[in-house]
């Protein structure tokens, strides 16, 4: 092979190897950062007296994170949030591990991480509804409402910065994921009516993008119509392909995802309506 040619096919392989572990820190202001790799995000503050990390994502993810935090911050970290039970965002916990470090999810996630025998760090630290953590001169409020999404998800606001980090059930800018995997309609709606109520300005998910209060609202909103309108085409007695067809819900075109997704997601909620609501066998239908 031609030494240039081996040169610049090395260069390349060098370039795409460094694509492909392109991770980037955003400062979000009083301490607060939000980590992003690839498609996913969590966020990690900083105080005098350590840092408080949510998902770790994955062990490359978390491991560049870790040395982030040792040479920019110089901070032991403290604390280890998990949103939720799911693998593509609380695995490479271990990165973390030490002997001044807590773990910490909601009862339900921990149970589902010790039953599945999930390749992550088993919290040490539980709760049922609510938890609050002091670091420093923050606190962070941590609350499970219900299902939504997977086991034991719970929101993670971040008191003195005014910022709200919810992973999955709430999604800025993008539609919900395809056919609603995992999702509990119902309990997303609820969920996400309940963290209204917070006192929050800025919003960050484990996907896609940074939004304000009324994102979160107008995100609500979809959900609310997805629901209804699907819920009133089964109990008119329609087809799912005659729902898919009916429900348009094109204020929400500017969504990603929108016009692949839709679809999905319709059939997504008609798929819950009719298990869990029992709708598709109720002698009234």
Do not use: C
């Amino acid at each position: 092979m031609p030494r240039l040619l081996q040169k610049l096919l090395t260069t390349a392989l060098l370039f795409i190897g460094f694509a492909t572990q392109a991770y980037e820190i955003e400062d979000l202001g009083d301490g607060l950062h939000r980590f992003i790799d690839d498609r996913h995000r969590s966020v990690f503050l900083i105080t005098p007296e350590g840092a408080i990390v949510t998902d770790p994502l994955n062990k490359k993810a978390a491991t560049w994170l870790n040395e982030q935090i040792k040479t920019r911050f110089n901070v032991p970290v403290k604390y280890v949030i998990y949103s939720h039970n799911h693998s593509d965002h609380i695995y490479g916990a271990e990165v973390f591990k030490s002997p001044h470090t807590t773990f910490i999810a909601n009862k339900l996630a921990a149970q589902d991480i010790k039953n599945t025998q999930m390749k992550t760090v088993t919290p040490s630290l539980t709760f049922d509804d609510e938890l609050l953590l002091t670091l420093g001169d923050s606190t962070v409020k941590l609350n499970y409402h219900g299902p939504n999404d997977g086991r034991g998800s719970v929101s993670i606001l971040f008191e003195k910065q005014k910022t709200l980090f919810v992973v999955d059930w709430i999604v800025i800018g993008r539609m919900p994921w395809q056919k609603l995997w995992s999702y509990d309609i119902q309990g997303m709606i609820n969920s996400t009516q309940a963290v209204l109520k917070y006192d929050f300005d800025t919003f960050v998910g484990g996907h896609a993008d940074i939004g304000s209060k009324a994102d979160v609202a107008r995100y609500l909103s979809y959900l609310e119509l997805l629901y209804s309108q699907v819920t009133a085409g089964v109990l008119a007695g329609n087809t799912l392909d005659e729902i898919k067809q009916n429900v348009k819900l094109d204020q929400f075109s500017d969504f990603k995802q929108f016009d692949a997704w839709l679809p999905l997601n319709i059939e997504g909620v008609y798929e819950r309506l009719m298990e869990e609501s029992g709708m598709g066998w109720r002698s009234d239908l």
